[in-house]
C-alpha cells in the first residue's frame, strides 16, 4: 500500500514538473506587430542645418525568452516617406544691383523610406497583475532609401545605412497565456545621413523618438 502510494505521488510530481517544464518551453518565443510614430530631432553643423518630417510606420518583431527575466529581441521596421531638408546658414552676398547686402538661402529636400533592423537585449522587470513592464538595448541600423519623388529629391542622393545605438522600454498587458497587448517607446542615437553626397553632410548626432502600439502572441 505504502508502495503504491509512494508511486502514485512520484507520478504526480513527474507529471506536474513535466506540464511546468513543457507551459514554460512554450512561452519561450513570441511575435509582435506594432503600429511606429517617427520623431526626429534637427541638427546643425557645418553651417547647415537638417530638419525631418514627423511620419509613421510598422514594427515587426521576434522575442526569445532565456529565462523569466532576459530574452532577446530581433526587430524590423519601416517608416514611409520621410522628408529631410538641409538648409545652409544664410550667407551675406553683394548685389550687382540695389541697395546692401542680400541673404543666400539654399534648401536641398530628400525624401526617402526608413527601413529598421535591430537586435537587442530585453530585461523584464517586476511585474503588476497582468503588466508586465521590460526594458531593452542594443543595436542596429537605419537604412535610408530616397523615393526619388519629384519635387523631394536632390540629384546623386543615394541609399544610405546608419549604425544606431539602441535604448527604450515598454509594457505589456496579459489578456491570456498566450495573447498580449504593448506599449512601447524605443530611441535611436546615429549621425544624421548625408546620402552620399558632402552638400548634405551636417556631421552631427541625432536622435530619433519612436513610439508604438501593438499587439503580442506568445508560443
Known sequence: MKSRLLAGVVFG????????????????????????????????????????????????????????????????????????????????????????????TTTLPVQSDV??????????????????????????ALTFVPTQHLGAFTPGAGTQSKAVFEYGGGVNYEFTRHFAARLEYRGFVYKSPDFGLITLRTDATTHTAQPSAGVVFRF
Open 115 to 140: 527601413n529598421e533592423t535591430t537586435a537587442a537585449l530585453v530585461v523584464t522587470i517586476p511585474s503588476f497583475g497582468r503588466l508586465k513592464p521590460y526594458v531593452l538595448g542594443g543595436t542596429g
Open 13 to 104: 510530481m513527474v507529471l506536474l514538473f513535466t506540464s511546468t517544464a513543457r507551459a514554460d518551453e512554450d512561452s519561450k518565443h513570441e511575435v509582435s506587430a506594432q503600429g511606429i510614430g517617427f520623431y526626429t530631432k534637427s541638427t546643425t553643423g557645418n553651417a547647415r542645418t537638417q530638419n525631418t518630417t514627423d511620419a509613421g510606420g510598422f514594427l515587426l518583431s521576434y522575442r526569445y525568452h532565456f529565462n523569466r527575466w532576459l530574452a532577446a529581441d530581433a526587430s524590423y521596421g519601416r517608416v514611409r516617406d520621410t522628408t529631410r531638408t538641409l538648409t545652409t546658414t544664410p550667407t551675406l552676398i553683394s548685389p550687382i544691383f540695389g541697395p546692401g547686402p542680400r541673404v543666400l
